[in-house]
């Protein structure tokens, strides 16, 4: 499996510099949102791979074109692919013991989420505020803090119910 993960890695890096030249040339948001897909999944392999610097540093890079388009373009998707990348970052925190660096980017996850399902309403985003309560739960249960890990899980489920129960499955 490690050489299917080097090989793979290749070949994305591969797809990496030639977005990274087409959003030099072509200047669109779109370019710009395709380079952080391909850092995005580098970030993935590297994590996988156990190179924790290495993917921090790809999904760093992921998290300030996301913020760059979020302000330039506002739309739900830009606003999403924030959150996303915080919890990419948010999980190197975790790997790497620093909860507290893990938790503010959770949260920051969760206030963007929140806010598109206010604004959205759609079982995705929906789905999306019970996945950043998971994950700020799970840091609440590391640390010990039941009560507050409950609180979250509580709130996810529920969330989960709703959406289990409005699409009938």
């Not at 030099?24 to 952080?36: A, C, F, K, M, W």
């Not at 789905?127 to 640390?143: A, F, K, M």
């Amino acid at each position: 499996a490690r050489g299917d993960l080097d090989a793979a890695h290749e070949k994305f890096l591969e797809g990496l510099e030639i977005r990274r030249h087409l959003a030099q040339e072509l200047g669109t948001p779109e370019s710009l949102r395709d380079v952080s897909v391909s850092l995005n999944q580098l970030g993935g392999i590297d994590q996988d791979r156990g190179d924790l610097d290495a993917a921090h540093e790809k999904f760093l890079e992921c998290l300030q074109n996301s913020r760059h388009l979020a302000q330039e373009l506002g739309t739900p998707e830009s606003l999403r692919d924030v959150s996303l990348s915080l919890d990419r970052l948010g999980g190197i925190d975790v790997a790497r013991g620093n909860l507290d660096a893990a938790q503010a980017k959770f949260l920051e996850g969760l206030e963007i989420r929140r806010h598109l399902a206010q604004e959205l309403g759609t079982p995705e985003s929906l789905r999306d505020v019970s996945v950043s309560l998971e994950l700020l739960g799970d840091i609440d249960q590391t640390r010990g803090d039941l009560d507050a890990a409950h609180e979250k899980f509580l709130e996810g489920l529920e969330i989960r119910r709703h959406l289990a129960q409005e699409l009938g499955t």
